[in-house]
C-alpha cells in the first residue's frame, strides 16, 4: 500500500475559536499552491484521504485533493490531531491494508505526523522523524501482512516548488 502523509502548511498564530480555527495564512496557501504542481505531475490520486479536524488541515487537505485529481470525500479522523497517539492512525491504515486500499492519504500535524512515519519506518513508535509545514513524505508497505513500510519519497514545499 502507499501512504502519502502530508503536514499542514504555514498557519495563523492565534484564531478567535481557537487552535482548532486556525486557517493557513495567505503565504501557506502560496507556498502549498506552487507545491501542488509538482504533486500532480508525480502523484496518482489515492483511494482514501483522512484528514485532520483542524481547519489548518482540512484547508491542506483540499490543496493537495485538487492537485492529485482526488475526486472522493474527505474522510474528516480524529485519530490526526496533533495530540493522538499514532497507533491510532496506524490503525487506521491497517484497516485500510486489510481490505487491499491500493493508496491512502492523511493530512495531519507534528508531532503525530512524525511518530507515525518513524513508526512506519522503524517499527517502533518512539521514533520521530519531524516533517518540516506543507512536507509529503511518501512510504510503501511490502504487504498488507505488516505496515512496516519503505521511504518512496520526502518533498518539502520549497523543493516540491522547484520540481513543479
Do not use: N
Request: with cysteine; glycine share 8%; proline share 7%.
Amino acid at each position: 500500500m502507499h501512504i502519502y502523509l502530508l503536514r499542514h502548511g504555514i498557519a495563523e498564530d492565534s484564531a478567535p475559536g481557537g487552535d482548532a480555527e486556525r486557517g493557513l495564512t495567505d503565504e501557506g496557501w502560496k507556498r502549498l499552491r506552487r507545491a501542488s504542481t509538482a504533486w500532480h505531475a508525480s502523484l496518482e490520486p489515492p483511494a482514501v484521504v483522512f484528514c485532520s479536524p483542524l481547519r489548518r488541515a482540512q484547508e491542506t487537505a483540499s490543496v493537495f485533493a485538487e492537485a492529485v485529481r482526488f475526486r472522493g470525500e474527505l474522510r474528516i479522523e480524529s485519530a490526526l490531531v496533533p495530540d493522538a497517539p499514532p497507533s491510532l492512525a496506524a490503525s487506521l491504515l491497517e484497516a485500510e491494508a486489510l481490505s487491499g486500499t491500493a493508496s491512502v492519504a492523511l493530512v495531519g500535524h507534528q508531532p503525530h505526523l512524525g511518530y507515525l512515519l518513524g513508526l512506519l519506518l522503524t517499527g517502533h513508535p518512539r521514533q520521530p522523524i519531524p516533517l518540516k509545514k506543507g512536507m509529503l513524505v511518501a512510504v510503501e508497505t511490502a504487504s498488507s501482512a505488516s505496515l512496516i513500510a519503505s521511504l518512496r519519497l520526502a518533498l518539502t514545499q520549497r523543493a516540491a516548488a522547484r520540481l513543479g
